[in-house]
């Protein structure tokens, strides 16, 4: 059994441990913590890393760690595995077009990378899996998910897709090279999705995403 409730596990310092002790009591084996990107890293809201941050270091000035630090011990002391997700949106300077100030527009997987490492390296040994990005087939985590050559959705692909495999990759590496024993899986599928041709507002429902990141056909051959 696994539970995900970040709002008394990370945001309320009074209901940390309690609430992992009353999991312990109901049989819980499990819990996921939702490390959203812009609450941790410094400068969210601006173009430019700060300077002299080093995002690839968790004891690099700016890292704000306590909310997870908090958590993590308190599952740990409970016998309950921990799993990370890692959480959109992220800073400006963390897109490939910091300039456009959009937490979702194309993230770096350079940038997603480093944030992994410094997470995994400063919980080592203490996480049971990673799942790089929520719901990544969301217009409302990473964008564009179409790119439109016309106004026919014909002639639209799924660009979220290839996005996110660049970024999965990225994390995976990082958080292999930092914590090999830790599984990485896909980040979870929004279980919806709102087909269009608007490249901001449509997000593609979760079994095309899957093939299309995966380089697949209809019929799960290799494409």
Same mark, same amino acid.
């Given at each position: 059994?696994?539970?995900?409730?970040?709002?008394?596990?990370?945001?309320?310092?009074?209901?940390?441990?309690?609430?992992?002790?009353?999991?312990?009591?109901?049989?819980?084996?499990?819990?996921?913590?939702?490390?959203?990107?812009?609450?941790?890293?410094?400068?969210?809201?601006?173009?430019?890393?700060?300077?002299?941050?080093?995002?690839?270091?968790?004891?690099?000035?700016?890292?704000?760690?306590?909310?997870?630090?908090?958590?993590?011990?308190?599952?740990?002391?409970?016998?309950?595995?921990?799993?990370?997700?890692?959480?959109?949106?992220?800073?400006?300077?963390?897109?490939?077009? /910091?300039? $456009?100030? +959009?937490?979702?527009?194309?993230?770096?997987? &350079? #940038?997603?990378?480093?944030?992994?490492?410094?997470? @995994?390296?400063?919980?080592?040994?203490?996480?049971?899996?990673?799942?790089?990005?929520?719901?990544?087939?969301?217009?409302?985590?990473?964008?564009?998910?179409?790119?439109?050559?016309?106004?026919?959705?014909?002639?639209?692909?799924?660009?979220?897709?290839?996005?996110?495999?660049?970024?999965?990759?990225?994390?995976?590496?990082?958080?292999?090279?930092?914590?090999?024993?830790?599984?990485?899986?896909?980040?979870?599928?929004?279980?919806?999705?709102?087909?269009?041709?608007? /490249?901001? $507002?449509? +997000?593609?429902?979760?079994?095309?995403?899957? &093939? #299309?990141?995966?380089?697949?056909?209809?019929?799960? @051959?290799?494409?």
């Amino acid at each position: 059994i696994g539970i995900d409730d970040d709002g008394l596990m990370q945001r309320n310092p009074a209901t940390t441990a309690p609430t992992a002790a009353l999991w312990r009591q109901n049989g819980v084996g499990q819990g996921r913590l939702t490390l959203v990107w812009t609450r941790i890293a410094p400068n969210a809201s601006s173009t430019k890393m700060p300077s002299g941050f080093n995002p690839r270091d968790p004891n690099s000035p700016g890292y704000v760690w306590g909310d997870v630090d908090r958590a993590v011990s308190a599952l740990e002391a409970n016998g309950i595995d921990v799993s990370i997700l890692i959480a959109a949106p992220n800073p400006y300077w963390a897109s490939l077009v /910091p300039s $456009r100030r +959009s937490q979702t527009y194309k993230p770096s997987p &350079k #940038a997603l990378g480093d944030f992994v490492y410094a997470v @995994a390296q400063r919980y080592k040994g203490r996480i049971k899996s990673y799942l790089p990005m929520n719901e990544p087939n969301l217009w409302q985590y990473i964008t564009p998910q179409y790119e439109c050559s016309g106004s026919s959705a014909k002639s639209c692909t799924l660009a979220g897709a290839a996005i996110y495999r660049e970024l999965y990759r990225s994390a995976y590496n990082s958080v292999k090279a930092a914590d090999p024993a830790a599984s990485v899986w896909i980040g979870a599928l929004a279980p919806h999705g709102r087909p269009g041709v608007s /490249p901001t $507002r449509s +997000s593609p429902g979760p079994l095309a995403f899957f &093939k #299309a990141m995966a380089c697949v056909k209809t019929n799960y @051959a290799v494409d």
